[in-house]
T-cell receptor, first 114, second 112 residues
Framework: EPEVTQTPSHQVTQMGQEVILRCVPI?????FYWYRQILGQKVEFLVS????????KSEIFDDQFSVERPDGSNFTLKIRSTKLEDSAMYFC????????????FGPGTRLTVT | LAKTTQPISMDSYEGQEVNITCSHN???????ITWYQQFPSQGPRFIIQ???TKVTNEVASLFIPADRKSSTLSLPRVSLSDTAVYYC?????????????FGQGTELSVKP
């Protein structure tokens, strides 16, 4: 069964540093998403992406964040000048249908900012 | 988007049927009801989606009454591996760029 993969599984970084979280969506999916989940809290939508453009973004997704589809398989989330409160699980998801509710989530990257 | 209300937690025993009810009084005409499952330290997993009446797949059933103001996810004969958080989501199938709005979910604990 095809699945979304994410690397790394755990990233530790110092406050103020930049991190890039990587995702490989399911190969025939064209719609991509990032979510985050702070420990003990609910899953929060960050951004959706299609055709090399952001379709929708939340209030959380400010200038500190950016997304990119650098090649035909990867989808990345860049976080600049990381803060302690950026520590969370970051999930990538993809869907076959445009803005579909059936989204396939990756295993997540645990980001720890120290 | 319609607000959803579901129990914070539920306990069950192996082999039992579990029904988790979600209230969504302000559901809109074009809203669908979707359920996701999340195991600890994993991403959410799509379980089932419906619009009205009953939907069944290999994992669960979803019951939606005529007024659509609530829905019930039914898990037949649960096992220990069904221990997870279950989220009820309400929204249009193609709304807002695919933004899924997760609530706090229902933490289901299955005991032997």
């Amino acid at each position: 069964e095809p699945e979304v993969t994410q690397t790394p599984s755990h990233q530790v970084t110092q406050m103020g540093q930049e991190v890039i979280l990587r995702c490989v969506p399911i190969s025939n999916h064209l719609y991509f998403y990032w979510y985050r989940q702070i420990l003990g809290q609910k899953v929060e939508f960050l951004v959706s992406f299609y055709n090399n453009e952001i379709s929708e973004k939340s209030e959380i997704f400010d200038d500190q964040f950016s997304v990119e589809r650098p090649d035909g398989s990867n989808f990345t989330l860049k976080i600049r000048s990381t803060k302690l409160e950026d520590s969370a699980m970051y999930f990538c998801a993809s869907s076959e249908e445009p803005a579909g509710v059936e989204q396939y989530f990756g295993p997540g990257t645990r980001l720890t900012v120290t | 988007l319609a607000k959803t209300t579901q129990p914070i937690s539920m306990d069950s025993y192996e082999g039992q049927e579990v029904n988790i009810t979600c209230s969504h009084n302000n559901i809109a005409t074009n809203d669908y009801i979707t359920w996701y499952q999340q195991f600890p330290s994993q991403g959410p997993r799509f379980i089932i989606q419906g619009y009205k009446t009953k939907v069944t797949n290999e994992v669960a059933s979803l019951f939606i009454p005529a007024d659509r103001k609530s829905s019930t996810l039914s898990l037949p004969r649960v096992s220990l591996s069904d221990t997870a958080v279950y989220y009820c989501l309400v929204g249009g199938p193609y709304n807002q760029g695919g933004k899924l709005i997760f609530g706090q979910g229902t933490e289901l604990s299955v005991k032997p």
